[in-house]
T-cell receptor, first 114, second 117 residues
Framework: DGGITQSPKYLFRKEGQNVTLSCEQN?????MYWYRQDPGQGLRLIYY???????QKGDIAEGYSVSREKKESFPLTVTSAQKNPTAFYLC?????????????FGPGTRLTVL | AQKITQTQPGMFVQEKEAVTLDCTYD???????LFWYKQPSSGEMIFLIY??????QNATEGRYSLNFQKARKSANLVISASQLGDSAMYFC??????????????FGGGTRVLVKP
């Protein structure tokens, strides 16, 4: 079945540690996105990538880093520079050609900093 | 900058009744798209319906319809014949074109819907 997978589902991190969240898609989509969601709020864009080996900062990129070495994969690293990393992280992908260019989401990773 | 406003933080609806979720947006673009997503307690975001700014007819998808009023910059979601499984958070989002034919979404704060039996 085609879709987007994210791992792990739950992640616990000690302060000062970097952690990497995985996002893989087999939809053959060109574009991939990372969002952060805080409790009771909407999604905010962290990073996005429209092509392999290229990515752009979103609205809240500080303290995060990404790579896009393969079309299928777009891992997100939450660095120790991120002051408040506890949140729900969602990865999405889209075909990126014309309208509507709907974004489809993975199941998410819930990160807790201890 | 684009902005999406959902003014209803939470709503109750009786099973089998219809419910309207409000969404207003602000953009200076002529070409844009509006999406509604459902987020159940599991956390996944489920795409429901899409309306393009040039679409002349309101979008419909099964029990979901979009009441698009371009002049008022509103794109309200109507869920007909509510079911218990409709209890979830609902988000309105707008597509913004960014360089090299790419897009990104801006999301509203969401509306929580609870369907009562």
């Amino acid at each position: 079945d085609g879709g987007i997978t994210q791992s792990p589902k739950y992640l616990f991190r000690k302060e000062g540690q970097n952690v990497t969240l995985s996002c893989e898609q087999n939809l053959n989509h060109d574009a991939m996105y990372w969002y952060r969601q805080d409790p009771g709020q909407g999604l905010r864009l962290i990073y996005y990538s429209h092509i392999v080996n290229d990515f752009q900062k979103g609205d809240i990129a500080e303290g995060y880093s990404v790579s896009r070495e393969k079309k299928e994969s777009f891992p997100l690293t939450v660095t120790s520079a991120q002051k408040n990393p506890t949140a729900f992280y969602l990865c999405a992908s889209s075909i990126m050609q014309g309208a509507p260019d709907t974004q489809y989401f993975g199941p998410g990773t819930r990160l807790t900093v201890l | 900058a684009q902005k999406i406003t959902q003014t209803q933080p939470g709503m109750f609806v009786q099973e089998k009744e219809a419910v309207t979720l409000d969404c207003t947006y602000d953009t200076s673009d002529q070409s844009y798209g509006l999406f509604w997503y459902k987020q159940p307690s599991s956390g996944e975001m489920i795409f429901l319906i899409y309306q393009g700014s040039y679409d002349e007819q309101n979008a419909t998808e099964g029990r979901y319809s979009l009441n698009f009023q371009k002049a008022r910059k509103s794109a309200n979601l109507v869920i007909s014949a509510s079911q218990l499984g409709d209890s979830a958070m609902y988000f309105c989002a707008m597509r913004e074109a960014v360089g090299a034919a790419g897009n990104k979404l801006t999301f509203g704060g969401g509306t929580r819907v609870l369907v009562k039996p």
